[in-house]
């Protein structure tokens, strides 16, 4: 029993519960009836209006966005793999989300921001750790529309 | 609610004390405002003390056990950046409601060799998000908030690192700042990038400190002051983080600030035309340029021509609306308990021409301001008039 459910669970994890995975990966979100989003799942009410969480709807989120603002992250944790950009992306159902810009040189960032306001951007997944059981986990990136 | 007056301010110089202990540090500082005042631990009725990292382990109660159990209630306050500024606010209020007559505030903090990037968390770090859904640290949040100014507004590198140069020669002053070098623009920016668009210079360093303040009503104050002229507190502001679309995403540190200082100015009565000295929370240059809006130094999107005209200098410099004469946390260093309560003694050396503040002196400064954000997020602004 015990080898059947860890075969069965074997399969690869989202770094965060709200990156769906399967054949399409996308984000999920919660919406108030206020039309607030939220990204986490376990949340007992909105932080804009107050109305609890049976006023929540799932609302699966667009692939695309666009890059709000940026910055480029020179020094971090031993591990963390420096530099690399961090974004915060608009998504057109009006949240915001955090993750890497890649695809992108920093040089060329640093020396011209312009170039990332605004910048159509387009989700993708990778593996990018392995857990203490195992398991593949899976973030999700942003890089320039292609 | 009644009228409340700082008697007494006492501060060690910022830097690392790895022999002392944070009780030490808090009980040196408390020593120094006890002594500034005029009074003694027992004339003390109530004690709000401000720490971080030992913020479970009672450092209010040991640095009682270090200058005197007099059985006093004592809060230990835990506000993040925002400690210390938050505990002189639990001071204020003590007096202000009519409950006690003298309250002390400490601000403490030890931070070892521990930078500003904060801490990772338990659990299994493969799924530690940190530079997987980009980064949560201090340099990334402060970063973007300048480069949001920049998306807005045109704002260059340039002025960012204006601020830097300026924070770097105020704190030549100041004998209680940790670092006293100047910089020079190039010096600010060449230096390595820690997270763009801040550089090295434009990051505050961490340190080791401690700062207190001794808080009265008018009838102690009358007891007391002995002729000398106190401040008073005209206005104590609290403000956490309110709904904005992003704030969850990337913390907004603008919309909070924007309603303390409101508050405060209606509160106090004045606005910023009146304020001699600002010393605001420049835990980043980025941070410094976005609040000299959001407390209205200047108008929105003039931040940068702000700079340019030498807003933000001391007169000596022949600036105007003076910002961080201390020398700020760029130089000074950023003990994050402390933080709050120091740049407070800041305000009242002006106000009461404090031989502390001798070289630096704003003159004939009748009102100053202490701005503090804590992220996560909480905002404090003290406005102090004589
Ligand atoms: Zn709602």
Redo the contacts with the bound molecule.
């Keep these: 029993m015990a080898e059947q459910a860890q075969a069965a669970d074997s399969g690869p994890r989202p770094i965060v519960p709200f990156l769906k995975l399967g054949p399409n990966p996308h984000l999920e979100g919660l919406k108030?009836?206020?039309?607030?989003i939220f990204l986490d799942p376990k949340r007992v009410a909105?932080s804009?209006?107050?109305?609890t969480s049976d006023?929540f709807k799932p609302i699966a989120l667009s692939n695309k966005g666009k890059v709000y603002v940026f910055s480029v992250v020179h020094q971090s944790f031993p591990g963390i793999k420096t530099p690399y950009v961090t974004a915060i992306v608009d998504l057109p159902e009006g949240v915001s989300v955090r993750s890497n810009l890649i695809d992108v040189s920093h040089e060329e960032l640093q020396k011209n921001p312009k170039k990332g306001f605004d910048m159509p951007v387009e989700m993708v997944t990778s593996v990018v750790a392995k857990d203490r059981e195992g398991h593949d986990v899976v973030a999700f990136q942003f890089r320039p529309c292609k | 609610m009644r009228n409340v007056y700082v008697l007494g301010t006492g501060m060690i110089k910022f830097g690392r004390y790895p022999e002392k202990t944070v009780p030490e540090l808090g009980g040196e500082a408390a020593l120094i405002a006890l002594k500034d005042a005029g009074v003694t631990i027992k004339d003390i009725e109530m004690f709000a003390c401000g720490n971080l990292y030992q913020s479970n382990a009672m450092v209010g109660q040991r640095i009682l056990q270090q200058i005197g159990q007099t059985g006093i209630p004592v809060i230990n306050v835990s506000n993040a950046c925002a400690t210390g500024s938050t505990a002189f606010r639990e001071a204020y209020f003590s007096i202000a409601s009519g409950m006690y007559d003298m309250a002390m505030a400490v601000g403490v903090e030890q931070m070892g060799k521990q930078g500003l990037l904060g801490g990772t968390g338990g659990g299994d770090p493969a799924y530690s998000t940190e530079g997987k859904l980009g980064s949560g640290l201090m340099p990334a949040v402060f970063g973007q908030a300048g480069i949001e100014h920049m998306r807005k507004y045109g704002t260059k590198l340039e002025h960012f690192a204006k601020i830097s140069v300026k924070s770097h020669k105020h704190a030549t002053k100041n004998p209680f700042s940790q670092y006293r070098n100047e910089v020079t623009l190039e010096d600010v920016m060449n230096a390595r990038m820690v997270g763009y668009p801040n550089t090295l210079y434009m990051c505050c360093p961490t340190g080791d400190g401690a700062a207190a303040a001794i808080l009265v009503s008018e009838d102690k104050l009358k007891q007391f002051a002995g002729g000398r002229k106190r401040p008073r507190i005209a206005a104590s502001v609290l403000t956490s983080d309110p709904y904005t679309d992003r704030d969850l995403t990337l913390p907004d540190v603008n919309t909070l600030t924007r309603r303390a200082s409101k508050l405060a100015y209606e509160k106090a009565g004045v606005g910023p035309k009146d304020i001699a000295l600002t010393e605001l929370h420049d835990c980043f240059a980025t941070a410094e340029l976005v609040h000299y809006e959001n407390l209205g130094l200047c108008g929105d999107g003039e931040a940068g021509e702000f700079i340019d005209k030498k807003g933000g200098c001391h007169p000596d410099l022949g600036g105007f609306a003076p910002v961080n004469v201390s020398g700020g946390l760029l130089s000074k260093g950023h003990p994050l308990g402390a933080t709050g309560v120091a740049n407070i003694c800041e305000v009242v050396w002006h106000l009461t021409q404090d031989e502390r503040a001798k070289d630096r002196q704003i003159p004939n400064a009748k009102a100053g301001q202490a701005h503090v954000i804590g992220l996560g997020s909480a905002c404090t602004i003290n406005i102090l008039t004589i």
């Design positions: 108030c009836s206020c039309g607030a909105c804009k209006c107050g109305a006023s």
